[in-house]
């Protein structure tokens, strides 16, 4: 079965695609804390941020709608947590509404909270959106590693890559077995909540304990071949002149869209 | 003679209870191709993971003249090259290009010689170009071709192979028997593909509820229509000009 990888685009070949990711995996931390400590107003800072972010994905020949539409996955997760902001910040009321026996009034520095947690979130999601559609994970992995993550963590995240779609394989197959023998649709709305919700119970204690023997059977594949507990892998990273112009060049556009802001 | 394996009255039971070898003896010369042939749940698999002591029981194995316990694991477990029945769980990193590179590091190769082993390694398996593909994107008949390779890259003098042909399309089932057949390494083959193991071993071990119950020339014991249905097995079928020279055709 195949899947939209985590890192779909990040085989092409493109300016971007061929930095090392460990420049790509600082500039994009650069980027984001410069996002971060950009003040809501005015608005027009974050849409050179967009601007930048955009350049960049068309340099690396990414499909921009690709881009915007992967990003905005993040955008119902803010909705709901800062939907609300709006009605609780006090400060001049931009509009009042009568719901029933409450008054709810929307206040300016409410809709600037929002907007601020809205626009930030979304910049930094696009940021990390080019960061791994032009970089292939194990590169990013390799990366991280050199850039002083423990090992451990690389380790776990390199196994998740390896693993998440031959779950997802495994949890299919339980799906459609589970389907094929017809109990979804004999009985009315597939058996109740009840009986559905015991069933994927069913499905996921399975899958959990297959995991887990599969983990063994790897862990006895490293065991065979060696492993001691210590993880060494080979690095073939290397900073290149690229390397230094796209950092300068890219620091340089953060420092001139940080001082445009006066 | 040093033999390559000498395994005397070795019994195992994984902690659940369940017995899975009982006072196993057999011994390997260097060089020989030998079949563990027997039914689902014989004991065939925990009969391999002996070998270079991921698993360790009652009795004693001796490899390559060394006995199999703590100090020595780690010089058998590069001449010991041990290839999983399931090439998901033998592949476990994200590039193929680092799973073949894992045994080496680990036994503490240079990287330029780890660079050359694994471009030998992958040579050796036809799988030479796809280093940097992810094994999830690899048919079976390569995954397979791969986890063979993430062993040759050790250079072992022994291969034990865990089901090699399970799951294999007839084609890519004949290409891996070749594969196979090419390397020059003492060989254990644990499956119940008859037909490989006519291909592959002149001496075959019928292993049975954990007991060895025969051991002899491949060609007699396949020819023992009795003996192998009496243990679950089916003898490989001979029409249809598949035969021993059939390996020589593809």
């Known amino acids: ?262 | 003679m040093e033999k390559a394996i000498e395994i005397e009255n070795l019994s195992f039971s994984y902690p659940d209870g369940q017995q899975a070898l009982r006072d196993v003896s057999l011994t390997v010369d260097i060089g020989e191709s030998v079949a563990i042939v027997g039914p689902n749940g014989a004991g065939k698999s925990t009969l391999l993971l002996h070998l270079n002591g991921i698993l360790r029981g009652n009795g004693a194995v001796r490899v390559l003249g060394l006995s199999v316990e703590e100090k020595h694991l780690r010089e058998i477990r590069s001449r010991v090259g041990l290839v999983f029945q399931s090439p998901e769980d033998q592949l476990f990193s994200p590039t193929i290009f680092d799973d073949v590179a894992f045994g080496p590091i680990n036994m503490g190769c240079s990287e330029e010689e780890v660079r050359r082993r694994v471009k030998w390694a992958m040579k050796k398996a036809g799988m030479s170009g796809h280093e940097g593909r992810s094994p999830h994107h690899l048919s079976v008949g390569e995954k397979k071709r791969v986890a063979i390779a993430t062993v040759l890259a050790m250079g072992p003098e022994i291969l034990a192979i865990d089901e090699p042909t399970g799951n294999l399309d007839p084609r890519g089932r004949w290409e891996l028997i070749e594969l196979l057949h090419n390397l020059p390494m003492t060989k254990l083959i644990a499956s119940h593909d008859l037909e490989a193991v006519r291909a592959l071993c002149q001496r075959t071990v019928i292993l049975d509820r954990g007991q060895v119950v025969a051991d002899g020339l491949t060609r007699r014991i396949l020819s023992d229509v009795s003996l192998l249905a009496s243990h679950g097995l089916a003898p490989p079928i001979l029409e249809g000009g598949r035969n021993e020279n059939s390996l020589r055709k593809i």
């Not at chain 1, 005015?42 to 990003?71: D, G």
């Not at chain 1, 609300?84 to 300016?108: C, D, I, R």
């Open chain 1, 1 to 262: 079965m195949k899947h939209g990888f985590i890192d779909k685009y990040s085989d092409l070949d493109s300016f971007v695609h061929r930095l090392d990711p460990r420049t790509k995996i600082l500039a994009t931390l650069a980027f984001i804390f410069a996002v971060m400590v950009t003040p809501p107003l005015p608005c027009h800072t974050f849409a050179l941020y967009l601007a930048l972010i955009v350049a960049l994905a068309l340099l690396a020949k990414l499909p921009i709608l690709y881009v915007l539409k992967r990003s905005s996955v993040v955008l119902p997760f803010v909705l709901m947590m800062a939907a609300f902001l709006p009605f609780y910040k006090e400060g001049e009321v931009a509009g009042s509404y009568n719901v029933w026996l409450w008054q709810l009034s929307v206040t300016y520095g409410g809709l600037v909270v929002l907007w601020n947690a809205l626009a930030k979130s979304w910049l930094s999601a696009l940021s990390m959106v080019l960061l791994s559609s032009t970089t292939r994970f194990p590169d990013l992995l390799k990366g991280l590693e050199r850039l002083g993550v423990p090992k451990v963590m690389v380790m776990i995240l390199s196994f998740m890559y390896r693993y998440i779609f031959v779950l997802a394989d495994e949890a299919m197959r339980l799906q459609r077995a589970k389907d094929s023998r017809g109990v979804a649709t004999l009985r009315p709305y597939g058996g109740g909540w009840a009986w559905q919700a015991k069933t994927i119970g069913n499905m996921v204690g399975t899958l959990f304990v297959r995991t887990y023997e599969r983990s063994e059977r790897a862990c006895g594949a490293m065991v065979a071949r060696g492993f001691d507990g210590h993880i060494h892998t080979l690095s073939d990273l290397r900073f290149g002149r690229a390397d230094l112009c796209f950092g300068v060049a890219f620091l340089l556009s953060l420092a001139l869209i940080a001082l445009s802001q006066h």
